[in-house]
T-cell receptor
Framework: DVKVTQSSRYLVKRTGEKVFLECVQD?????MFWYRQDPGLGLRLIYFSYDVKMKEKGDIPEGYSVSREKKERFSLILESASTNQTSMYLC?????????????FGPGTRLTVT | RKEVEQDPGPFNVPEGATVAFNCTYS??????FFWYRQDCRKEPKLLMSVYSSGNEDGRFTAQLNRASQYISLLIRDSKLSDSATYLCVASGSARQLTFGSGTQLTVLP
């Protein structure tokens, strides 16, 4: 079974803090993704990566950055957390050999910024 | 216009009922389609892929109509455990997926 893990299930941070969300997958997947999920807005793609040291902006990258130093690990960074970044953050991975790109998700990190 | 649109529901049905969810997608270049299931406060999990020929997995049947850019999911003999949010998904550019906002289903005893 594919396993995607995220460093924290719940996180509370103060406005202005730098926040690191870590994601690790154990299936040697090429592709990794960070989403946020908010009620009524669904899943929105923040950043994604197809390879080590490679990153691409998704639909809502503002206020976020990412790092992929190793294939299995993809980190999301909130440079200066703001209250509008309170959300559920979901990491996912996928691999091209199957050709269909279905994604496998981690359990999510519920971040509250106060 | 959203790239993947679904009726948000909620759908409240009795146990044993048949329920159908519909979804439309706007990107005619989409090649892959899926239904995901998301339980309350949990991550989305792949329920099934959707193929042009239609496919069935037990009580679940998925259909794709490329001409109308329409995807459906039929659940027969609903169980209490089917209560969840169902996400319609279409592939976007390259390896990305575009998720609908989800349709909420509650199966009542």
């Amino acid at each position: 079974d594919v396993k995607v893990t995220q460093s924290s299930r719940y996180l509370v941070k103060r406005t202005g803090e730098k926040v690191f969300l870590e994601c690790v997958q154990d299936m040697d997947h090429e592709n990794m993704f960070w989403y946020r999920q908010d009620p009524g807005l669904g899943l929105r793609l923040i950043y994604f990566s197809y390879d080590v040291k490679m990153k691409e902006k998704g639909d809502i990258p503002e206020g976020y950055s990412v790092s992929r130093e190793k294939k299995e690990r993809f980190s999301l960074i909130l440079e200066s957390a703001s209250t509008n970044q309170t959300s559920m953050y979901l990491c996912a991975s996928s691999s091209p050999p199957s050709g269909t790109y279905e994604q496998y998700f981690g359990p999510g990190t519920r971040l509250t910024v106060t | 216009r959203k790239e993947v649109e679904q009726d948000p529901g909620p759908f409240n049905v009795p146990e044993g009922a048949t329920v159908a969810f519909n979804c439309t997608y706007s990107n005619s270049a989409s090649q892959s389609f899926f239904w995901y299931r998301q339980d309350c406060r949990k991550e989305p999990k792949l329920l099934m892929s959707v193929y042009s020929s239609g496919n069935e997995d037990g009580r679940f049947t998925a259909q794709l109509n490329r001409a109308s850019q329409y995807i459906s999911l039929l659940i027969r003999d609903s169980k209490l455990s089917d209560s969840a949010t169902y996400l319609c998904v279409a592939s976007g550019s390259a390896r990305q997926l575009t998720f609908g906002s989800g349709t909420q289903l509650t199966v009542l005893p």
